[in-house]
């Protein structure tokens, strides 16, 4: 099976079919893809990604422990912002300390759940199913999230399944779920 250097390599050698393929959609299908420049990068970013996120679901990958801080950290803000706006204490100054107090537990949480709740390797995560969820989480994150149009986004959700899929295609294990 690939390693981590082969599989993110392939992703930073192939990246221009998904720009031809895109150009393609847009030209021969008319789909609303816009491919501008910060379309572009953002898409190599989301299809180098994806070229090992699959790996995310084995405990020693680099992938997966890169992501358990990323998904803590996420999980913590996100609670941090949530909390931020019910802590009203006095002296006030004292809030946002609570605030964060809040947001580190549910970081803690958020470092344990990512691990429990992952599947076994080579599993649902090894899916085209799972790229299709890859390829809308970065057409809503860039798309909406971003605030670029929504067309650049599909063009980004597409370069993000596309990498995710070409991960796939090296291990040899194309399945829908």
Avoid: C, Q
């Avoid at 949530?82 to 006030?92: F, G, I, M, N, T």
């Avoid at 549910?106 to 969820?133: C, E, I, N, Q």
């Amino acid at each position: 099976m690939p390693n981590y250097d082969t599989h993110v390599l392939s992703g930073v050698a192939t990246y221009p079919i998904a720009v031809l393929l895109g150009e393609l959609m847009k030209t021969y299908l008319n789909l609303p893809l816009k491919l501008t420049p910060i379309a572009l990068v953002l898409g190599y970013a989301f299809y180098v990604l994806g070229s090992d996120l699959p790996d995310m679901d084995h405990p020693n990958a680099l992938i997966h422990r890169g992501s358990k801080p990323i998904v803590s950290v996420a999980a913590g803000s996100a609670i941090f912002l949530w909390a931020s706006d019910k802590v009203s204490l006095s002296p006030e100054w004292l809030s946002p300390v609570v605030a964060w107090v809040v947001g580190a537990v549910a970081g803690l949480a958020g470092w344990y759940l990512f691990t429990v709740l992952m599947p076994k390797h080579r599993g649902v995560v090894h899916s085209l199913l799972f790229a299709t969820v890859y390829g809308l989480l970065a057409f809503i994150l860039v798309g909406y999230g971003l605030t670029l149009s929504p067309d650049e986004g599909l063009y980004v959700g597409l370069a993000a399944f596309l990498g995710y899929t070409l991960h796939l295609l090296l291990d040899g294990s194309l399945k829908l779920i």
